[in-house]
């Protein structure tokens, strides 16, 4: 990889890559004077006493991110932010424009002409070639300015990439806005594109020991050797958990010395272990007391069972999966009278209703808001104006969460007899 000097570097390279095709083309004696190749800024090239000379600018426009090596990441550190834990490299394509002036006639696109070819025959510029541009003969070294010296440490010729050159075009707009915002006169020229420059720290990181040997253990088949839980399923079938009743659990590696069940619920900061009861090594079940209602709301809960196998001191947890507790109405069905056309309906039910969270009454296929209350609350009014007679299947949703109306353990299914009757 290289330092900090590798932008600096691939100018200097390219120019003398010009400089050494000017001298061995002869194009000072084609011309009839000498030839110089610069890099400075458009605005600057021409003299303050407006004398133009044939030379060949070469001029860094642009430098963008290269696509294919911008993923390698950032720097990265660790928790103390003292140690580097990596060293990704810094990747770029950088964008040159070549304009020729000419001192008189033609002498701008004779210029011009000699440094398209050679960047048309030089498509990658080989190492040796950036050796001897940033290396010269020592006898030469200590005539150099100091920032030429410097630049021999850029380690641009042992980059793992290679320096492709691939010419650029740029519509007539875009050379407009360029020659405008440099405030310089528009002077023949050609754009190229030079990929990839990778500039990389070599700060140290960690290195860890070598693995000296490599335990493999042949497993029979496809079961996994811990814990783990493949499926939640309620009592009845349901999709939900209602309290007080029973969920089993099904998986691998279920069977130990203790057996218990890890319930979570990050919106409540709810952590709680229930015991486990029954199955074997691929189930066990479990319940959410009725009577622990309190400590455990409406809502989805991550579950996971808590395994202490025989051979282990302390116990495993398996993986987690989604339990979803749904609230139950207690006093339903029932019947209440519409006096007036409004109905006031009543709802107890378990568990309670918690600060934050949102209620509703799903009557048939209408949706109904509670009276105002204060959380928490473990039962709620409903007044519905001009209330449809009959009887309704009724639902309690809580924060999108409906009570079970459907007794999903018979074939075909059907409704519990959780209705409201009207009349």
Do not use: C
């Amino acid at each position: 990889m290289s330092t900090a000097l590798a932008i600096a570097g691939v100018t200097q390279v390219l120019r003398d890559l010009l400089n050494d095709r000017f001298v061995n083309q002869n194009v000072a004696g084609q011309i009839g004077q000498s030839v110089a190749v610069s890099t400075l800024p458009p605005d600057k090239v021409v003299q303050q006493n407006g004398v133009e000379v044939t030379q060949l600018n070469l001029f860094m426009r642009q430098v963008t991110p290269n696509l294919g090596w911008r993923n390698e990441g950032l720097p990265s550190r660790d928790g103390s932010g003292r140690n580097r834990l990596a060293n990704p490299p810094l990747a770029l394509n950088l964008h040159y424009l070549i304009s020729a002036y000419g001192a008189a006639d033609l002498h701008a696109e004779i210029l011009l002409g000699h440094a398209m070819q050679l960047l048309h025959e030089n498509p990658v510029i080989p190492r040796e070639a950036i050796r001897i541009a940033l290396q010269p003969p020592p006898d030469q070294s200590g005539t150099l300015p100091p920032w030429l010296r410097a630049l021999r440490d850029s380690g641009l010729q042992d980059q793992i990439e290679q320096l492709r050159i691939t010419p650029e075009f740029l519509s007539t707009e875009d050379m407009s806005k360029f020659w405008t915002s440099t405030l310089a006169h528009y002077r023949p020229s050609a754009a190229y594109e030079v990929s990839v420059v990778l500039i990389q720290a070599e700060d140290p990181t960690p290195n860890p020991l070598p693995v000296l040997v490599r335990r493999l253990k042949a497993q029979p088949n496809l079961a996994p050797t811990v814990p783990t839980i493949s499926a939640v399923v309620p009592f009845g079938r349901q999709a939900v958990v209602e309290l007080g009743t029973t969920v089993t659990l099904e998986g691998f590696t279920l069977d130990g010395v203790t057996r218990e069940v890890l319930l979570t619920n990050d919106r409540f900061g709810i952590e709680e272990i229930l015991p486990a009861t029954g199955g074997n090594a691929t189930k066990l079940a479990f319940a959410i007391p009725a009577n622990r209602a309190a400590d455990f709301p409406s809502g989805v809960y991550k579950l996971a069972a808590r395994i202490k196998l025989p051979t282990e001191a302390a116990p495993r947890l398996s993986n987690q999966l989604a339990l979803t507790v749904a609230p139950h109405v207690a006093n339903l069905p029932q019947t209440v009278n519409a006096g007036g056309g409004t109905a006031s309906i009543t709802l107890d039910f378990t568990p309670e209703l918690r600060a934050g969270q949102t209620a509703r009454l799903v009557l048939g296929t209408n949706e109904f808001t509670p009276q105002p209350f204060t959380a928490p609350v473990s039962s709620l009014t409903f007044q519905i104006p001009n209330a449809p007679l009959g009887d309704h299947l009724a639902r309690l949703r809580i924060d999108g969460i409906d009570s079970p109306i459907i007794d999903a353990s018979k074939s075909p299914p059907e409704f519990f007899d959780r209705r409201i009757r009207i009349q």
